[in-house]
């Protein structure tokens, strides 16, 4: 009897608990809400609310929907049915990213970083923030980025070269059936540039970064490479379900040890250890054997990332590079650049596969960058080829390698205007949006890079004759480091790696075009961008054979 009335009332406390839970987020949380007047999607889960769609669906999928059915700005549910703000108007871009400190990344997309990269730029704030940046902004300037470039063109060389070996080994037919002759592994399972790319942008940022030789291109089993395609692609299915919303909601299921963490752990350390030892051959450079030896910040020689980082952050004489404050930020450092190669390298990828699908575009390209009479090109010659700049941009709009931007406003209480109006709830017209503290904001990057308001109605095609017309003023209405693009994002929190990334897309662009051409393999596959830090490219079908991008690579005829 005893345990009778002991389950009936667990029961009754359950079925409390979920018709509490259900009140809140379907009446109650809504109605409280500055955006109860935005129009937006019904739930589809009393819990997780829209987030669970958005994750399960093709980067941007939903987004698109949304600005179909309510606009480009709206609101959608959240976590217990808390609204979140969703726009891919211009305004509410360039607004909550010129405030950036009030509108910093929320607890899960700062907690999914901080696993990721450790404590650094990426994952500060405020005043800690700008510390970083202020130390770090110097070791990718424009002049100290042009230093690098031989070092692009050099790995491009070599990357040709590794991508040409493994295309001939797969240009051999199998055999033939009925006299004919059937295909080869080239045209069948061709090769996996993204593979080739990742190696080649990881030594790049070894080399300009920490004047580090990874040797990735050469080693397949290199450490550093392993080490980081666990930390980026082995995090991706962190937030593909459920429990990963409750690792985030629910305090306790973050202390529960999960799969996926496994190859995090194992990059971070491998990462934090290869920054030790960077740092105690900058050290032993320096100081060689008399370790107590005060030494002047202008005796660290070096082009280096690292060599700038220590001397922007050392004070004048140090008798102790242990203890000089460079050290801290030189180690987060590590983490940090090697990221930012995940980055360069997605964009890549990605650049080739539409080079494999637009002959027209491929040729006309290659025919440009033929055009300048030396294999070492300074950045400034690969800066004047006005069609090379088109097609990065446009390459960078239409494959941002960070889809999403997540931020949680601090303010009281804002106001963001809206450059396209909405209709609300109750007919009226909305031209700005009130927001409150503690409101999420989802701005979909991917989509608003393909808004036809901003880009005009092909703004889903790949032209990149676009950037080559006059600037419209519909282009200006995104304030962006570059491209009128909101993929490096703006404000205080924009990438600031943007030129480096830009330097070595080009570099690599030039080297590969003038030696071969790219072509999509025999079975003409579909690929989708699967996102969580980073989008990656993901066969459509073949889901369970993880990230790839497989071409057909031939010499130039």
């Known amino acids: 009897m005893f345990i009778l009335v002991l389950l009936t009332g667990a029961l009754g406390l359950a079925a409390f608990s979920w018709a509490s839970i259900a009140f809140f987020s379907l009446y109650l949380a809504p109605r409280r809400s500055s955006l109860y007047n935005l129009q937006g999607p019904n739930h589809t889960n009393y819990f997780t609310g829209n987030f669970l769609d958005i994750l399960s669906a093709r980067t941007g999928e939903e987004h698109a929907k949304y600005r179909e059915k309510y606009g480009s700005t709206l609101r959608f549910a959240g976590i217990a049915g808390a609204p979140v703000l969703n726009s891919t108007d211009p305004k509410v871009f360039n607004h909550v990213m010129k405030e950036a400190y009030d509108y910093p990344k929320p607890g899960m997309a700062a907690r999914v970083l901080r696993i990721a990269t450790g404590d650094g730029v990426v994952t500060a704030e405020g005043e800690a923030h700008k510390r970083h940046r202020r130390i770090m902004i110097p070791s990718l300037s424009a002049q100290a980025v042009k230093s690098m470039v031989p070092i692009f063109l050099e790995k491009g060389m070599e990357l040709v070269d590794k991508m040409m070996e493994d295309a001939a080994e797969k240009d051999m037919a199998v055999g033939e059936s009925a006299g004919e002759k059937k295909a080869t592994r080239l045209e069948t399972e061709g090769v996996d540039v993204k593979d080739w790319v990742g190696r080649a942008t990881l030594d790049v940022m070894a080399l300009a970064g920490f004047d580090y030789k990874s040797d990735s291109l050469q080693n397949k089993t290199n450490e550093l490479y392993v080490a980081f395609v666990g930390l980026t692609d082995g995090f991706a299915p962190t937030l593909d379900s459920f429990k990963a919303i409750m690792w985030d909601f629910v305090p306790y299921f973050r202390t529960m040890k999960r799969r996926h963490e496994i190859p995090l752990t194992q990059g971070l350390a491998v990462s934090r250890r290869v920054g030790i030892e960077l740092m105690e051959q900058k050290k032993q450079a320096v100081l060689g054997s008399a370790s107590d030896q005060a030494v002047d910040k202008k005796d660290v020689q070096g082009r280096d990332i690292l060599s700038l980082l ?88 239409l494959d941002p390698p960070s889809p999403y931007a997540n931020r949680e406003c601090l303010k009281d209480e804002d106001f963001i205007p809206l450059a396209e109006p909405v209709i609300g709830r109750d007919g009226s017209v909305i031209n700005e949006v009130r927001i409150t503290k503690g409101t999420m904001v989802m701005l979909p990057l991917f989509n608003i890079n393909r808004s036809k308001f901003i880009y005009g109605e092909d703004a889903e095609e790949f032209r990149p004759e676009r950037w080559l017309e006059d600037v419209t003023d519909s282009l200006n209405s995104i304030e962006a480091p570059y491209g009128h693009q909101a993929s490096f994002i703006s404000g205080p929190r924009a990438c600031f790696g943007w030129r480096f990334a830009v330097a070595e897309m080009k570099a690599f662009l030039f080297v590969t075009l003038r030696r071969v051409q790219f072509e999509p393999i025999i079975s003409h596959p579909e690929y989708e961008h699967i996102t969580l830090i980073i989008s990656r490219p993901r066969i459509v079908g073949r889901e369970k054979e993880g990230y790839q991008m497989r071409l057909q690579v031939k010499p130039v005829e």
């Open 310 to 397: 220590v001397r922007a952050t050392s004070p004048p004489t140090c008798l102790n590079l242990k203890s000089c404050p460079m050290r801290r930020y030189s180690l987060r450092s590590v983490t940090c650049y090697l990221l930012d190669m995940k980055l360069s390298s997605t964009v890549l990828t990605w650049m080739f596969h539409r080079l494999s699908e637009d002959k027209a575009v491929q040729d006309k390209l290659r025919e440009e960058i033929c055009q300048i009479d030396t294999d070492m090109p300074t950045l400034d010659e690969l800066n004047a080829l006005p069609y090379l700049e088109a097609f990065v941009k446009e390459s960078l709009r």
